[in-house]
């Protein structure tokens, strides 16, 4: 990512996220709240980000869309989706039985915080991210009137998360916490990763909880989705958002210490999750539930 610029990946899923909801067979799967966050981010991050998320509403665009998916990972626009919804129903259900502080790690422009916020009056919410990514999102929350979400900026590629800023922002470590990290942990170094296992755990009260996503290194070790092409290869590195680290389930168990892993959710689990028919979904990415 560029120092100065937003996440393109970020952006590039708000505008999936506006499609889907869009989508008759879909729509479901992405509540109007979150598109709505998702077109005001693209209505006033740039010119072409304007019209992306114009075109993003159109019938004709979704046809577009879907052949651009077919030819880059097919499933992905379904797994973005998914991966969500399931992330989201881990936070409710942690908030429901007491947790009082959720965390999002790399937020992006994910509209989570927002939507949490406004079913669970008395839990409070924190998002960690990009100075670059998170000035615009600050601005469009500024704009909408959102206001329980305290922000925190670090570029955790170039630095450790600052515990200290956290902690002034009103953040308690003796409260029971949720924390999230979505389509993160791929962009940093294995060594990045432990060390921010051993931080967040430095900070959690018994019974918090750790929700995130890895790359399942495939059978030849890349890290990569199972049907992705060399399009998506090229794409990832011109943009400087390559995968770093990806990891299997059994080399995840001591990497994640002093975390336990209650349960592993990957495609097939999402599909039954929330019964979808035998539709594609991209394969490699899954979620990790982890608890102290």
């Known amino acids: 990512m560029q120092n100065d610029q937003a996440s393109r990946t970020a952006l590039l899923i708000a505008a999936s996220l506006i499609i889907l909801h869009h989508d008759p067979k879909h729509w479901r799967l992405v ?15 740039s010119a072409k980000t304007r019209v992306l998320s ?21 499933g992905i626009l379904l797994h973005y989706a998914l991966r ?5 129903k881990l936070a409710g259900s942690a908030i429901a039985n007491g947790a009082t502080q959720v965390v999002v790690i790399g937020a992006g422009f994910d509209p989570l915080s927002s939507e949490l916020q406004q079913e669970f ?17 600050v601005r469009v929350c500024s704009e909408i009137g959102i206001e329980r979400v305290h922000f925190v900026a670090t570029d955790l590629s170039a630095a450790e998360l600052d515990k200290e800023a956290l902690i002034k922002s009103s953040f308690d470590p003796t409260q029971r916490t949720f924390w999230i990290a979505e389509g993160l942990l791929m962009y940093l170094t294995e060594e990045t990763v432990s060390l921010l296992m051993r931080t ?22 890349r890290i990569r989705f199972d049907s992705q092409t060399k399009l998506v290869d090229w ?8 995968f770093v680290w990806g990891s299997t389930r059994d080399e ?24 979808l028919a035998d539709e594609p979904i991209a394969k490699g990415e899954v979620i990790c539930l982890a608890g102290i």
Do not use: N
């Not at 077109?39 to 991050?45: H, S």
């Open 235 to 242: 794409w990832l590195s011109k943009r400087r958002e390559p």
């Open 121 to 137: 009056r008395t839990a409070k919410f924190w998002e960690i991210d990009h100075p670059a990514t998170q000035r615009h999102k």
């Open 54 to 74: 114009k075109i993003s509403r159109q019938t004709w665009f979704r046809a577009i869309a879907r052949m651009i998916e077919r030819s880059t990972i097919p």
């Open 84 to 88: 969500k919804k399931c992330i989201a």
């Open 200 to 221: 967040l755990a430095s900070l959690s009260a018994t019974g918090s909880q750790f929700a995130f996503t890895f790359m399942e290194k495939q059978a030849d070790r």
């Open 31 to 45: 509540s109007k709240t979150s598109a709505e966050f998702c077109g005001r981010v693209l209505e006033t991050y």
């Open 252 to 275: 995840l168990v001591d990497l994640v210490r002093p975390w336990q892993i209650v349960r592993f959710f990957d495609h097939d689990d999402l599909r039954k999750e929330f019964a």
